[in-house]
């Protein structure tokens, strides 16, 4: 199973707010604690400060993030990412709470320093969460800290969610084989 992703470049710079920058908390405020509306937040992700992100943005593009990324966020941001297509999110800096919700919902974080001056808008890289390599276009090579096996296993699942779900389904039918005479 191949972890590395490649994909072309969206650039964000420093101290992006997550949920006044990368999606409109204020819209759906009123939802919060519901089921993700994906269509909503994919049409508002990063609309603000790039207004054709929502339109432009395909499958297993990359966002790459300067120092304080995503701060003051909800979920919200994560899911919206996510569903974008966004197949892994580099940045410089973030708090450890933007690390845990992405990665709960499937999209992986890495902080890596240098990323930002290394990369332009619109480049392709390879990013590889599990062994914490970037490769730059010109194939110079950042470092990153790789993921445990276990969040390799989460993002590879989808999220903690469907990990847990098909974790538990594998216990209950090895019971019921144990079970039967």
């Not at 808008?121 to 090579?141: C, I, K, M, N």
Request: net charge negative; proline share 5%; aromatic share 6%.
């Amino acid at each position: 199973m191949t972890t590395a992703c490649r994909g072309r470049v969206w650039k964000f710079g420093d101290d992006v707010h997550g949920d006044d920058g990368i999606i409109e908390f204020a819209i759906i405020r009123d939802s919060f604690g519901k089921e993700f509306d994906e269509a909503a937040l994919r049409a508002m992700c990063f609309r603000r400060l790039r207004p054709e992100f929502p339109d432009q943005v395909r499958q297993g593009d990359i966002v790459v993030g300067g120092r304080n990324f995503a701060h003051h966020n909800h979920v919200e941001v994560s899911v919206a990412m996510r569903a974008s297509g966004i197949a892994v999110v580099v940045v410089e800096s973030c708090d450890a709470g933007f690390l845990r919700r992405a990665l709960n919902h499937g999209l992986p974080v890495m902080t890596c320093p240098g990323i930002h001056v290394a990369v332009a808008d619109g480049e392709v890289l390879q990013a590889d969460p599990a062994t914490g390599t970037v490769t730059l276009p010109d194939g110079r090579r950042l470092q990153s800290r790789p993921f445990s096996a276990r969040m390799v296993q989460i993002w590879q699942a989808g999220g903690s969610i469907p990990l847990l779900e098909r974790e538990f389904a594998a216990r209950r039918a090895a019971t019921r084989e144990e079970d039967t005479p």
